[in-house]
């Protein structure tokens, strides 16, 4: 007889205005979801966007619940919320019987800050498709400060393990300033800049 598994939730957002197909094929790789699997997780969900429907159908059509290619886990997805993803973050949050889990995020300010407010782990992925792209700096900054993983397309099973580490020592939001900050830009600054705020 199998063992009931403590639900815990992986949620993954793209976010509201770019594509990033390449995060959500990566999050529906054989090595991510075995990884997800082996980490206790028993819960996947995707918001994909609207260009992103066809790769979510694609491997719901081709991957039937119970089937090996899913690894075990219930796996969900849905385009867009108009009432913001606050729901989806708690469930990842965990708690009343369900373990916490982690957020999967492109790297916008608004979807990075809704996590952190919400105190669950989360993983930045930085979109490469982007002009003018910031969102490098951004995750690259937050993460030396010790408040994400910096997630890369090519490393996500490794990301999802340092979430864990960051699960045990994640600071608190919104940041103490008055911590002394080398780089003299800080986390505002970085902020600002991704925010499109100037001098």
Known sequence: ?????????????????????????????????????????????????????QIFNNFITSNNVGSEGRYGLDISGF???????????????????????VVISHAGSGSILDALRIAVPIIVVPNPNLLDN?????AEQLASQGYVVHGCLDALPEALHQSDVLREKQKAWPPDNRNYDPSGRGLAGVMDDEMGFVD
């Open 79 to 101: 385009d867009f919320n108009k009432r913001g993803l606050g729901a989806e973050m708690r469930a990842a949050k965990g708690g009343a019987g369900t373990a916490e889990g």
């Open 134 to 138: 910031h969102q490098v700096q951004l």
């Open 1 to 53: 007889m199998a063992v009931a598994r403590t639900p815990r939730t992986c949620f993954v957002t793209i976010g509201a205005t770019a594509r990033f197909d390449s995060l959500l094929k990566v999050a529906l790789s054989p090595s991510f979801l075995s990884s997800l699997y082996a980490s206790g997780y028993t819960a996947l969900v995707l918001q994909y966007g609207a260009e992103g429907a």
